[in-house]
């Protein structure tokens, strides 16, 4: 059996943990929708701090001025409106996703649901690190692979999310 593991990564945002598990139980079923738990391999989804043999690390922040990502991995600037983001650079590939989303003066927190859909949107763009945006954005199957990311997700959207955690490539950390 394989388990592929995800690791959601708290970068000190200002949630308790009775609502972190909220989250990553939200996340946990939409990966199971996409992955569904067989004798043969399931998603397991957990926070904790990222190892080297993590399938997929996702960090958790608390706004895009908060990006761990920016602060890591230096690069062009962020939009300041985005869910999420994920850079790579060389074989290393990041992924965040944010607790306030929306412009600078008008941030909100939403539903776990449209943080498990950004969660699992920037986890294809993690996976496939040399796509394009056009690649995922209008040949990337539509539901989860558009911007924003749509349910329910599609039969693309599924074999890409299962094909991507199988072949691992390097996590910042």
Known sequence: MTNFAVTLVDHGTSTN?????????????????CIPPTSVHTVMVAWGTGTKTDNLVLHFV???????????????SLKEHIG???????????????????????????????????????????????????DMHTRGGGGLAESPPKLPPTDKNKEMLLRGLSIWNEQLL
Do not use: C
């Open 17 to 33: 943990d009775r609502w972190r598990q909220g989250l990553r139980g939200e996340i946990q079923a939409l990966f199971d929708l």
């Open 62 to 76: 608390e706004d895009v001025d908060h990006s761990y990502i920016q602060a890591k991995m230096p690069g062009a």
């Open 84 to 134: 999420g983001h994920t850079r790579s650079n060389g074989k290393l590939t990041g992924t965040e996703f944010y607790r306030l989303v929306g412009l600078k003066n008008a941030r909100a927190q939403y539903k776990y649901t449209a943080y498990a859909k950004v969660a699992v949107h920037e986890s294809l763009h993690n996976l496939f690190p040399g796509w394009t945006e056009d």
